[in-house]
């Protein structure tokens, strides 16, 4: 299974920047994410892997080889689209050993042998080879698809269609398997399931894997590392827990996860504290900044609702509740404090009182949970 390495990579469409200093270094084995909002250039740096873009500038090496020259048969990459791109008049088996096929075939004779395997195709007369069948079947079952095997893939759900997309990309063997948006056709039930279904083969398998997702859930929930991106440039590489704790833009803390963001000015910094001032509220932190204009992050599961025995917090707060959203196994309150709006996420415990909108409310937030960018 190979590395993907990504150089300085930049992609013009007329005369267009849509990429731009793109460095990448994917390991061997790795699941990882491209993570941004549409139009970001997700896609773009996907497609320049494959071959089906070429870069204006920049190396791509796969396997620690680069693949400037070589066309997309050639790179060994899978790849999964958003649309399944099946063949809907074939089988799910031919569709998965198709591809397959075609490259036994070309080994030898390949114009007259692939059109007869076609017209046979067309037929239902195929026969595949035994290792062929074999590896089909192989691939079927890890993707459970065993009892649809004889089916059309016009018969199949959504979620069934892209696990036959999935096996048909695995069935080569790929050294990268390319993933775009495959879920974003599913349903939230299904998205799910599909996230662990497709985890647990890349771990399985450990084939190095390359996913582009706008969703910020499923790139933290599936990823090994993540690439943020914005304007075709890439603002932050790390774990979904790097990027979570550690963000170093504000963007990226509203992008991954929910935050809030407050603009602030640093009063003073003493005493291992940060102080800054956020309209009429001083709020502290351990973290230093050399800035003066700073923005103070603070996650909503980081802000506690105090009851009078918790209340030992450096921050304090006064607040209203202005909305409650019970959503299972916690309660996300929107609470009112001086001119801002907090996000506060508690964990819901069976029979216990949901406050109210209207209801005052004290809030605490330690310092070290309060980051300054
Ligand atoms: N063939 C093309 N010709 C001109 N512009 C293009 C072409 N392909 C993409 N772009 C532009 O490049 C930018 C990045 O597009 P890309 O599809 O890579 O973004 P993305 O992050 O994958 O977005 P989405 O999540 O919406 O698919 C966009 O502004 C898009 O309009």
Redesign the pocket.
């Known amino acids: 299974m190979g590395s993907v390495v990504l150089e300085q990579l930049r992609k013009d469409?007329?005369g267009?920047t849509?990429l731009q200093n793109i460095n990448l270094d994917i390991n061997e084995g790795e699941f990882f994410a491209l993570l941004?909002?549409?139009?970001?250039?997700?896609?773009?740096?996907m497609r320049c892997i494959a071959g089906f873009e070429t870069p204006t500038s920049g190396t791509i090496k796969i396997g620690g080889k680069d693949v400037a020259n070589l066309p997309p048969n050639e790179r060994n990459c899978g790849m999964v689209f958003q649309s399944y791109a099946l063949f809907p008049h074939m089988n799910v088996f031919d569709n998965v050993a198709y591809s397959l096929n075609i490259k036994e075939l070309k080994k030898s004779n390949p114009l007259k042998k692939i059109g007869v395997y076609t017209r046979m195709l067309n037929s239902k007369l195929v026969k595949y080879p035994k290792e062929i069948e074999k590896k089909v079947m192989d691939i079927l079952e890890y993707v459970e698809l065993t009892n649809h095997a004889k089916k059309l893939t016009s018969e199949l759900s959504g979620g069934q269609q892209q696990r036959v997309a999935l096996a048909r990309a695995l069935v080569m063997e790929p050294e990268v398997l390319l993933m775009d948006?495959p879920l974003s056709n599913l349903d939230l039930k299904l998205r799910h399931t599909m996230r662990n279904t497709i985890r647990r083969i890349q771990q399985d398998l450990k084939i190095t894997t390359i996913f582009?997702t706008?969703d910020q859930e499923e790139a933290m929930s599936m990823a090994d590392r993540i690439a943020v991106?914005k304007d075709?440039e890439i603002l932050q590489i790390g774990t979904p827990t790097d990027l979570y704790s550690n963000p170093k833009t504000s963007f990226i803390a509203d992008f991954v996860g929910t935050s809030n963001i407050l603009e602030g000015t640093v009063v003073s910094a003493e005493n291992d504290l940060t102080i800054v001032q956020v309209g009429n509220q001083q709020i502290k932190s351990k973290m230093k900044k050399d800035k003066k204009e700073v923005q103070v992050i603070i996650r909503p599961e980081n802000i506690i609702v105090l009851n009078g025995e918790n209340d030992n917090y450096d921050n304090t707060f006064e607040g209203v509740i202005h909305l409650a959203t019970y959503l299972g196994n916690t309660v996300r309150y929107d609470v009112k404090v001086g001119d801002h709006m907090l996000v506060v996420d508690t964990i819901y415990e069976s029979g216990a009182n949901i406050k109210q909108s209207g209801e005052k409310v004290r809030l605490g937030v330690s310092p070290e949970r309060v980051l300054l960018i």
Do not use: A, L, N
Request: neutral net charge; aromatic residues 6%.
């Open positions: 469409f007329s267009v849509v941004g909002p549409s139009g970001c250039g997700k896609t773009t740096t948006e582009v706008h991106m075709g």
